[in-house]
């Protein structure tokens, strides 16, 4: 069993060990930020393995409106060509909401105790961690790595408390309980909108061309077929990322407004 106090104790024997990094989701549907952000983690942790993991059943948010096969088949599509990148289907298989202590317990128990294990949160979502399930069992299990989002609320100060701050070796010399601010790449866009400039206007800049294509292929959110399809590109990580993330840089969101979590 996995212990708090093993958090405190750096695991030089396991140094050569990448973090596993989850980045969770209804990806309702996966667009260019997310892997842009899933990218920029993994580089600033050693080009640490990054899973993609769609949720089932969101116990925080209205349901997706694309079924669970087409957004898990999206995610793999959007993972290609990206080496850390690795879509996973973990929670699609299990039986109610998808709560994130439950997927944590399973990949803490799968990679073992002494492996860092990193999950990905935006600065909203940060912001309300209060208010999940189980939360407070967070940092016996994994780091944090919180990915700003213009608007997102300050968290309270139990929330950071349970998460000190720490750099990016750190995360990777310890198993848990740590919390790592990015300041770039910016979580700026709203799957709503997506769907909405998919259904109006047939196309969406936002959408890695493959992603696009299999939504125009099948219908998906109600898309405007008589559109063009937008122009091909790649996304690629942030090329100073790492600089984004020293202890001099961190960003914290104490200037917000909005209280409710966006959608990814």
Not at 65 to 94: F, I, K, N, T, Y
Not at 119 to 143: E, K, P, V, Y
Not at 161 to 175: E, I
Request: glycine share 6%; proline share 10%; net charge positive.
């Amino acid at each position: 069993m996995f212990k708090t106090s093993d958090v405190r104790r750096p695991t030089s024997e396991i140094s050569g060990v990448k973090p596993l990094i989850l980045f969770g989701g209804t990806f309702d549907p996966v667009h260019g930020a997310h892997v842009r952000a899933a990218l920029a983690v993994s580089q600033v942790l050693g080009n640490a393995p990054v899973r993609l993991l769609p949720n089932a059943v969101p116990p925080h948010r209205p349901q997706p409106l694309a079924d669970a096969s087409e957004r898990l088949a999206m995610v793999r599509l959007a993972c290609a060509g990206h080496p850390a990148l690795q879509a996973d289907d973990w929670e699609l298989r299990q039986a109610g909401p998808s709560y994130t202590h439950l997927t944590l317990q399973h990949f803490r128990r799968l990679i073992g105790r002494r492996r860092p294990l990193v999950f990905m949160i935006g600065a909203d979502s940060f912001a309300s961690l209060h208010q999940w399930h189980g939360w407070r069992r967070f940092a016996a299990l994994c780091h944090l790595a919180v990915v700003p989002r213009p608007g997102a609320p300050a968290p309270l100060p139990s929330v950071e408390k349970a998460f000190p701050r720490g750099r990016p070796r750190l995360l990777q010399a310890l198993p848990a309980g740590r919390r790592l601010m990015l300041t770039h790449p910016h979580m700026d866009i709203s799957a709503t909108a997506i769907r909405e400039a998919l259904e109006h206007r047939g196309q969406c800049r936002a959408l890695t061309p493959v992603v696009e294509a299999h939504i125009r292929r099948h219908g998906l959110y109600n898309v405007r077929t008589s559109a063009a399809p937008a122009a091909p590109g790649t996304i690629e990580p942030d090329t100073d990322v790492t600089a984004n993330i020293d202890a001099n840089t961190y960003t914290d969101a104490n200037t917000m407004e909005t209280t409710r979590p966006h959608e990814f």
